[in-house]
């Protein structure tokens, strides 16, 4: 396949209320190729759910994409139906939760909904696709698949039921996984086996995968490239290594600096000062600014430069440029 399996191209999300417009997601652009793991990171209510959400359909009214498109393999689908999103959902983007046991239908079997998803999205009889369940099963790793796949999901233990819904993203063979906290809920040891299982699936399937954290443990563990997010706008964007090794934007730097293992030469972890702003609260400019230790003549009137898919790496007007600079900060 050329080209990138996922492409945002400013996208913007709105939500009307009352007292105004919120925007969770503003002007944010990003590719994603084929096998390629995107990180997302960022702390709580900085706009990653939101705009995973917004990508696979599932935004809640009154919220809704005011501006920018998807792409999805060359073709935009942000203006699509919902009859037809509901096509593209579960066999073109797969979806894996943050919490497997409030995903998962208490009432059904886990092979019975492997297999409805199958029988909705493949051509498929109903014999082959329970055949297809067992094989999904098989292949993120439950044992004694063909024995468990008529189990509930409350027979599973939390590490299991996580596989259970990642086999349940992979099994219609889309093109484009949206993982939300997949790791959360879980303990270090199974967090881990979690990641590992996500990267060799996507790898060997060629799938892209849209990595939605606020750990950057996990994303240095899983992710290709990084995508920094705050207060709805892109801080930061680039490769892994580039990002975790030597950060741009100072938000970047605090989130690294805060990260146990992550803070390169820092006998003590360090917080970043104030909270995330409201979205009903905004500064202007820079929504950073505020926060900032490096802010300057501008900041608080313009929001720095735009991160546009393919260019530059850090919105910020005084970006960090040094190592001895990333220790200052």
């Not at 409805?116 to 698949?145: D, F, K, Y």
Request: hydrophobic share 40%; with cysteine.
């Amino acid at each position: 396949m050329s080209g990138p399996a996922l492409s945002l191209r400013g996208l913007t999300v709105d939500i009307p209320t009352r007292h105004g417009v919120l925007r969770p997601v503003d002007n944010v652009s990003f590719d994603i190729a084929p096998g390629e793991i995107l990180g997302v990171v960022g702390e709580s209510g900085a706009g990653k759910s939101m705009a995973g959400n917004a990508v696979i359909g599932l935004l809640n009214r009154p919220a809704r994409i005011s501006g920018g498109e998807v792409w999805l393999n060359g073709t935009r689908i942000d203006q699509l139906p919902r009859d037809r999103m509901r096509k593209v959902r579960g066999r073109q983007i797969g979806m894996v939760f943050q919490d497997p046991l409030t995903s998962l239908n208490p009432l059904l079997t886990i092979g019975d909904q492997i297999r409805e998803t199958i029988l909705e999205h493949l051509p498929v009889s109903r014999s082959q696709a329970r055949e297809r369940a067992i094989a999904a099963l098989e292949e993120v790793g439950i044992p004694a698949a063909r024995d468990r796949v008529d189990s509930y999901p409350h027979a599973f233990s939390g590490g299991m039921r996580q596989r259970v819904v990642i086999a349940l993203a992979l099994c219609a063979e889309p093109s484009l996984v949206i993982a939300d906290e997949p790791t959360t809920a879980l303990d270090v040891s199974v967090q881990a086996q979690i990641i590992a299982l996500l990267k060799g699936l996507c790898r060997e399937r060629g799938t892209a995968v849209m990595l939605v954290t606020h750990d950057m443990g996990v994303i240095a563990e899983a992710a290709d490239r990084v995508a920094v997010m705050y207060a709805g706008r892109l801080a930061e964007i680039g490769p892994v290594a580039e990002v975790i090794g030597a950060p741009r934007h100072p938000y970047t730097v605090g989130l690294m600096g805060s990260t146990p293992g992550a803070s390169r030469g820092q006998a003590r972890l360090t917080q970043i000062p104030g909270a995330m702003p409201r979205l009903s609260a905004l500064p202007r400019g820079c929504a950073f600014h505020p926060r900032c230790p490096r802010r300057g003549t501008g900041c608080d009137a313009d929001p720095g430069p735009g991160l546009e898919a393919g260019g530059g790496r850090a919105a910020c007007w005084y970006p960090v440029t040094t190592a001895g600079e990333v220790a200052r900060a």
